[in-house]
């Protein structure tokens, strides 16, 4: 595929490095206000089908015990003490403790959390991995409907088909494959319109969409975390709601029903949310956010000689 150079680095005038991308921009009626790209074939947007997932344990019938339980199972967080403390709230009021996550264990995503937890002789574990609130509300819906928890993970397990089923729904269209995700997770791939068509669905729709769509905009620092570009859109964007995947993935929504979904062809999650502010202005989305995470700056000696940005093809 000759997919667009959508995002280029530039080091003392020189173009250093490009990525390739693809990025949908769909209208409220679902027009394609800009389609750059391959946007009709399936990939795995990995972390970005958290909310969509999450929407899903509501309609198997989880019952979080609070709006924070509710935004964590939708984030890939940086391991804050914050985060992890919701964790254990939300295993807590399963009757179920760290002992029964299934993701493997990982140090957390924030360095300085990162750095703490080792300079206080801590560890890798499963609670700090950053998928561990997502794992812990799948364990609390299996407790709540009588589900096993040994096997929570197993495609074929209930609480893994209601999933499925919900992100069909929010798609408008079949899964085209499932593989496992980095957590151990099934993942489930769509083709780029249809995220962005899941996300318009979830943002606009009410019920158990509203319900995850509220808590993501009211807790945004859970979804990401400190200096996250994620919890930046959320909170500088009224109405927004977004999620960032690995390899590369980003999805976003508003309140209209207009979205946003990009994959970068190489995975690099540092040009993910450069194209997806590309998508969203196409849409004609403005805030102060935008211009903040929609270039870096590229240093040299500890001083900026260039910067990642947008190239002319996704400018317009």
Not at 97 to 126: F, I, K, N, T, Y
Request: net charge negative; proline share 6%; aromatic share 2%.
């Amino acid at each position: 595929m000759n997919l667009p150079v959508l995002v280029e680095l530039v080091r003392s005038g020189v173009v250093e490095s490009t990525h390739r991308a693809s990025v949908v921009a769909l209208r409220p009626d679902g027009s394609r206000a800009l389609a750059l790209g391959v946007v009709d074939r399936p990939v795995f947007p990995r972390s970005s089908n958290k909310p969509l997932q999450a929407v899903g344990l509501l309609d198997a019938g989880w019952e979080p015990v609070d709006d924070e339980v509710l935004a964590l199972a939708t984030a890939s967080h940086s391991g804050e003490e914050r985060h992890l403390e919701v964790v254990r709230r939300s295993l807590a009021a399963a009757g179920l403790d760290e002992a029964a996550l299934q993701c493997p264990p990982l140090l957390p995503l924030s360095e300085p959390a990162a750095h703490a937890l080792l300079a206080a002789g801590g560890r890798a574990s499963r609670l700090t991995m950053n998928c561990s609130g997502k794992h812990a509300a799948m364990l609390a819906t299996c407790v709540q409907r009588g589900w096993s928890t040994e096997d929570y993970l197993r495609p074929d397990h209930p609480v893994q088909q209601a999933m499925t089923a919900t992100i069909e729904r929010l798609a408008g269209e079949p899964v085209a494959h499932v593989a496992v995700d980095g957590c151990g997770a099934p993942q489930h791939a769509l083709t780029l319109t249809g995220l962005a068509r899941a996300f318009a669905a979830f943002a606009t729709g009410a019920g158990t969409s509203e319900a995850v769509a509220q808590a993501m905009r009211a807790h945004p620092g859970l979804v990401g975390g400190t200096g996250r570009d994620v919890t930046a859109l959320l909170e500088g964007v009224p109405g927004l709601v977004c999620k960032d995947g690995a390899e590369g993935v980003y999805a976003a929504a508003l309140p209209d029903g207009s979205a946003v979904a990009v994959k970068v062809a190489d995975g690099a999650t540092r040009a993910a949310v450069i194209v997806l502010v590309g998508g969203l202005r196409a849409l004609g989305v403005q805030a102060d956010v935008l211009d903040r995470v929609g270039s870096a700056p590229v240093l040299g000696g500890g001083v900026p000689v260039g910067e990642l940005r947008p190239t002319a093809a996704l400018r317009g």
